[in-house]
């Protein structure tokens, strides 16, 4: 369900995805090849949810710009359950199920999230960061073949979106 709330609507890409059954609403913009999936929720009511190209929001996910804004950089992947709350996510970045991202946290460019990690509010993930746990600490460098790993989700994502959008789904 794509909707506007007052003045604000949302701007969708021709080329990305929403599930029918995700919900979407404000001042919200979606990039060319993206996706958001069933059940995501996308709020932006009073600041601005940003989301590059190729990046997909699996199923279950919440993003909310109720303080500030959320941005989501290019080729980011938001596994299952995750909620991402007045963060900012650079490009290139994996994070795994069910993590959470409190106000103003930040992931730089090139790095992966473990499953079910938090970040505090306005912690800062540098770039090419392996980071997990609760509260997430940075384990080390991501290795060359981490950040294909990266790359290939987002593209298997913009893939499978291209055959939802064929299907009429």
């Not at 959320?70 to 080729?75: K, S």
């Not at 980011?76 to 959470?100: E, P």
């Not at 950040?147 to 893939?159: A, T």
């Amino acid at each position: 369900m794509i909707r506007e709330l007052g003045e604000k609507r949302p701007k969708i890409a021709e080329s990305a995805f929403v599930s029918e059954a995700a919900y979407v609403v404000g001042d919200v913009e979606i990039g060319e090849n993206s996706s958001v999936w069933p059940g995501a929720v996308l709020r932006a009511e009073r600041f601005r949810i940003r989301i590059g190209s190729n990046s997909n929001i699996q199923d279950n996910c919440v993003v909310h710009a109720g303080f500030s804004d959320a941005e989501i950089g290019n080729n980011v992947t938001i596994a299952h359950g995750s909620m991402i709350h007045c963060a900012r996510i650079g490009n290139h970045v994996f994070i795994g199920m069910h993590t959470v991202l409190n106000n103003q946290s930040e992931i730089d460019d090139f790095c992966m999230i473990g499953a079910y990690s938090m970040l505090k509010d306005h912690f800062k993930v540098p770039t090419r960061s392996l980071a997990v746990g609760i509260p997430v600490r940075i384990v080390r460098a991501l290795n060359d073949q981490e950040l294909e790993r990266i790359l290939s989700g987002s593209n298997f994502y913009v893939e499978l979106a291209k055959e939802f959008k064929k299907s009429g789904l």
